[in-house]
Structure formats: C-alpha cells, structure tokens
C-alpha cells in the first residue's frame, strides 16, 4: 500500500479537475426592414447582402434642427427595396421631371 501516511483514493473516487470555458456572446440588434412596394424583407435597411456589399435605397424629406445643446430631425421617407427602386420609383419621379444621375465613390 503506498500513501504511507497520507490520503489514498481508489480510482473511482480520484480527484478530477474540470476546465471551464467561457464563451462571450456579443449581441447584437437586428432591424426588419420591409419594402413597401413588394413586401421583400432586408436586415437594416442592407439589400442583397454578401460577404463586403449590400445595397441600400434611401429618398427621404429632413427637416433638421442643431443647436447648442442639442438637436434631431423629422420628415418623410419610406422602405424601398432596390428592384422596387429601379421599377418602379426612379420611373415615377423621372416622369414627374425629376433627372436622376449614376453616383459613384471609392473609399
Ligand atoms: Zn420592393
């Protein structure tokens, strides 16, 4: 018998030590944007995601306020998808008069 003089366990009783992971799960808020015109459903307003694109709609009336201790805005907008944008909105207001441009910009 060894031990001699101290604690000696069987093996079923011996002494087991446990590793405990913590795993840290940011979270995160998620906004269902849904197109007015379709019906089709994007996560914040960010269409036809994929790994460093998306495509998104914005045509909106602000009117703003800023003063020294603070501000904000209110107006008009609507959700709009971009099919809906390039079927049906951007032919309604080039028929109203209005001239829409290509923008584009590199960063
Ligand atoms: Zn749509």
């Avoid at 795993?23 to 906004?31: A, G, L, R």
């Avoid at 209110?74 to 209005?98: N, S």
Wanted: net charge neutral; hydrophobic share 25%.
């Amino acid at each position: 018998m060894s031990g001699r003089g101290g604690w000696c366990y069987p093996p079923s009783m011996a002494i087991k030590t446990h590793t405990t992971k913590k795993t840290v799960v940011q979270e995160s808020t998620h906004t269902l944007v849904v197109c007015d015109g379709c019906g089709a459903e994007s996560d914040d307003g960010r269409w036809n995601p994929q790994n460093f694109e998306h495509d998104s709609v914005k045509l909106s009336l602000r009117h703003k306020t800023y003063y020294p201790e603070g501000g904000g805005f209110r107006g008009i907008t609507f959700d709009c998808c971009p099919k809906c944008f390039r079927e049906k909105v951007q032919p309604a207001i080039e028929a109203l008069g209005f001239k829409t441009r290509e923008i584009d910009s590199d960063y």
